[in-house]
């Protein structure tokens, strides 16, 4: 079964900066490629972040500059790197992957940008 465990989430401070990461199994993580989505509450789900099976990567505006998305395929675990943090990326943040049998989602990870 394809299982994708987020963690890295938490209270930080506007400036400050997280990591979060996706542990993923059950399925051949170097082949597919990795997104991290979010949704901010009141709000519908917005992707931030993608990295390829080949590395390339693209953003959400709002993220550009200061979110990296990044991949390990020896730990088959994807990463957002995220700086100078606002208070609007307050959201629960998800890692998610599509393959030839569906789409998949982690359990999400509180992320709260508060002073």
């Known amino acids: 079964d394809v299982q994708l465990q987020a963690s890295g989430g938490g209270l930080v401070q506007p400036g400050g900066s997280l990591r979060l990461s996706c542990a993923a199994s059950?399925?051949?993580?170097?082949?597919?490629?990795m997104s991290w989505l979010r949704q901010a509450p009141g709000k519908g789900l917005e992707t931030v972040a993608d990295?390829?099976?080949?590395?390339?990567?693209a953003y959400v505006d709002s993220a550009k500059g200061r979110f990296t998305i990044s991949r390990d395929n020896a730990k088959n675990t994807v990463y957002l790197q995220m700086n100078s943090l606002k208070p609007e990326d307050t959201a629960v943040y998800y890692c998610?992957?599509?393959?030839?049998?569906?789409?998949?989602w982690g359990q999400g990870t509180q992320v709260t940008v508060s002073s």
């Open positions: 998610n992957v599509v393959t030839g049998k569906g789409r998949y």
């Open positions: 059950g399925f051949r993580f170097s082949s597919y490629a």
């Open positions: 990295i390829m099976n080949d590395g390339r990567t």
